[in-house]
């Protein structure tokens, strides 16, 4: 038994508008030492905490955590799409522990996921299929919203089973840091978007998704421009964010309030509880020690875009 994380900002706008080559290749070079790292580590199975964009979960049912039994990629901004290779009844098996731990999970034996997903398994295992995955979402922009508390200690009951596997696992989380790319509110928009929003954006018209796209696009276009078109990014918050993971503090996050969070950071900046969820389950392999810690705020990606890495203290191989 041995575990290996690791966390990553995702974006669905590398392609579309991107910062400087420099920075560019500073970020592939920050990937492909993860992936080296996930390589030599060898996982045999891979539990990823993530969020959704009003892609997979919607709020004619909107669940604050759910596990996939079995989920499919819709390929949203052109990120890998199909089946991911879920091992129902290990998963099945994640679900039970998880409830018998006192946290309420949902189950999905249909889990449609979005470029939250793909994104990592992509750039980190080479595809969906590329090792046996267990898929967990964690609700990030659909209010009401899970807070840090319920986050950390859903990561610890998938620690405490994972513990028990005798297997290499890889915990990752997608998402976060600070941002706030232009994501509906139920509480601001028309008839028909409330209509998406409340599940008939499942099976979105590709005009309406191009459009959708389009939008995200051109946010980031007027970001670059002025960085009040948008929430600020807050750099002094995500590297204080970094801090607390790297110096095993994550019950100090419990105190930080949801509204406090948004205004802070941004209402997308809730993603970072994946990352909670992914230190907390690889904290019931014991003390960790973190390694390939980066971070740059980048705003053609609308993001304070970080990454890190971390093992136990007793890893054995």
């Not at 890998?80 to 309420?104: F, N």
């Not at 939008?215 to 750099?235: G, K, M, T, W």
Request: net charge negative.
């Amino acid at each position: 038994m041995s575990a290996y994380l690791h966390c990553m900002s995702h974006t669905p706008l590398v392609g579309y508008v991107d910062p400087e080559p420099e920075v560019l290749a500073e970020v592939d070079d920050m990937i492909s030492g993860a992936r080296e790292r996930i390589a030599r580590f060898d996982p045999e199975l891979v539990v990823v905490f993530g969020p959704d964009h009003y892609n997979g979960f919607f709020y004619d049912m909107m669940p604050a955590f759910c596990i996939g039994m079995a989920a499919d990629a819709i390929g949203d901004f052109d990120t890998a799409a199909g089946p991911l290779d879920v091992p129902k009844a290990l998963a099945e098996s994640c679900a039970k522990a998880v409830l018998d731990a006192g946290i309420d999970a949902a189950v999905s034996y249909r889990m449609q996921v979005d470029h939250a997903f793909a994104q990592p398994l992509e750039l980190l295992l080479g595809g969906l299929q590329g090792c046996p995955v267990i898929p967990v979402f964690i609700n990030s922009v659909a209010v009401p919203l899970p807070g840090f508390k319920r986050a950390r200690l859903l990561g610890e009951s998938i620690g405490q089973w994972a513990q028990s596997l005798n297997k290499r696992v890889l915990f990752l989380a997608s998402g976060g840091l600070s941002h706030q790319p232009p994501v509906p509110e139920l509480a601001k928009v028309d008839a028909r978007m409330a209509d998406r929003l409340m599940g008939s954006g499942r099976q979105l018209p590709a005009n309406e998704r191009q459009a959708r796209q389009e939008r995200v696009i051109q946010a980031a276009r007027d970001f670059v421009e002025d960085q009040h078109s948008l929430h600020p990014l807050n750099p002094v918050w995500d590297q204080q964010f970094l801090d607390t993971l790297e110096q095993d503090r994550l019950s100090e996050l419990d105190a930080l309030g949801n509204d406090e969070l948004s205004a802070l950071a941004g209402k997308s900046t809730h993603e970072v509880k994946t990352w909670v969820a992914a230190f907390a389950a690889l904290r019931a392999f014991g003390p960790y020690q973190t390694e390939g810690r980066y971070y740059r705020p980048i705003p053609e990606w609308i993001a304070g875009f970080g990454a890190i890495g971390a093992q136990p203290l007793n890893n054995h191989h």
